[in-house]
């Protein structure tokens, strides 16, 4: 097809790119440096470009020339397009490429490079192809995925109007560097990665010696309590098929081993697939706490922070995203995911407003794909192979959805 052409042309361009971003990863909501180089990359190109006042974000519409197929210009479709620019806090200890991380501590572990790479790609192709579509395109280029989050300040700060008519639909892709083999693509229909909410527990006992107990309170027991019963709780009140997943990844208390302190508190992460299992699991979270420190004399409190709602993929949109990888690269290259993934994307935002599809597509050099070193590991190594691939997939799809109406 004429999109995959035109992004093998571009391949030694894209990986360029792709390479040079990998050099310069930034973290959270300012990243002025990949603005930049993003801003360069679509420069000669007939864009509509406006950039973040409260981050560094790139919001640029491609017109469509092609009739519209409503027969009203007043209609034409709208579709967005995402790519993730921001990287993690990792010191990369791929010492054998030439183009590794150049900010010490920082690293694109996730394989954010390849997708603003990849969508800077499918810019363009559409760019060429403009005759033959049917309707506008917002591409758009995110800050703080990883967080605390880029997607929301985006929303508000107009991006689904940037077109001047509403988005009506939006897609994503992400990369992998381990559990499939090179260039296979993945998805399912609904969700496809959880809500995640991050919990915080405190419990408030009464302080004293460590040689001592009997004169205090001590939260500490009592916390370490609450963990053992919450994961019990979950186990006996949500329907195993409905997955909720609890971690407590942070537990704290005291000052030195012969001191009861005041008070201990835990972090933890919950991860749900809908809203109201979301919202029954932290209303029992918090009644475990409560009357599990209530049982000892002691109090509990708790609040969560950093939530992003499950990414759902509306059916029709993932049908034809699904068809696009499989018309592109052949049946043999799309495999179902037999069930969600439970990490979370804030992309979820975006496909709550409007209906999308979120895919994943394995850029894994390694012949072991399942042992290969995760996404967010130091270690984690993404072939420049899929830049092309993932910059077509997005131009197709959006020729043929605009084509629809």
């Known amino acids: 097809m004429r999109t995959r052409e035109i992004a093998e042309e571009l391949r030694p361009d894209l990986v360029a790119l792709r390479r040079e971003l990998h050099q ?50 007043d209609r034409r479709p709208v579709v967005l397009l995402r790519g993730d620019m921001d990287g993690l806090p990792v010191t990369e200890e791929l010492e054998h490429l030439d183009y590794r991380s150049g900010h010490h501590g920082q690293m694109h572990a996730c394989g954010h490079d390849l997708h603003t790479a990849a969508l800077v790609g499918a810019a363009r192709i559409l760019d060429r192809l403009r005759d033959q579509l049917a309707g506008d395109v917002v591409l758009m280029f ?22 001047g008519r509403p988005v009506e639909a939006a897609y994503a892709m992400h990369v992998s560097s381990s559990e499939y083999p090179l260039r296979q693509w993945f998805s399912c229909p609904g969700p496809i990665m959880a809500a995640a909410d991050t919990v915080h527990i405190e419990v408030t006992g009464r302080g004293g010696h460590g040689s001592q107990p009997h004169f205090s309170l001590d939260p500490v027991p009592v916390l370490c309590e609450i963990v053992l019963a919450l994961q019990t709780m979950l186990s006996r009140s949500f329907d195993p098929f409905d997955t ?43 009644r475990v706490a409560h009357h599990v420190a209530a049982a000892h004399g002691q109090t509990a409190r708790m609040w969560t922070t950093e939530a992003y709602p499950a990414t759902i993929n509306d059916r029709a949109e993932y049908d034809l995203a699904r068809q696009v990888v499989e018309d592109l690269f052949g049946t043999d290259q799309y495999a179902d995911r037999p069930a969600p993934e439970m990490g979370s994307e804030d992309m979820s935002f975006v496909m709550n407003e409007v209906p999308g599809a979120y895919f994943f ?20 190594e993404f072939d420049d192979v899929v830049v092309p691939d993932a910059a077509a997939w997005y131009a197709e799809v959006a020729l043929r959805r605009t084509a629809q109406g």
């Open 24 to 73: 310069i990863p930034e973290l959270g909501l300012h990243l002025p440096l990949t603005q930049r180089r993003v801003l360069d990359a679509l420069a000669d190109l007939d864009l509509e470009i406006t950039t973040g006042e409260g981050l560094s974000s790139v919001v640029a519409v491609l017109r469509g020339h092609a009739p519209s197929p409503a027969g009203r210009e």
């Open 142 to 163: 995110q800050p703080a995925e990883e967080g605390p989050g880029g997607a929301e300040p985006m929303l508000a700060e107009g991006l689904l109007g940037a077109a």
């Open 244 to 286: 909720v997943v609890l971690t407590v990844g942070r537990i704290a208390g005291g000052t030195k081993d012969n001191i009861i302190g005041d008070t201990a508190d835990l972090s933890a992460t919950l991860r749900t697939f809908s809203p109201e299992t979301r919202t029954l699991a932290l209303a029992n979270i918090e």
């Open 361 to 380: 597509v394995s850029a894994c050099p390694a012949e072991d794909y399942v042992n290969a070193p995760t996404n967010h590991s130091p270690r984690a």
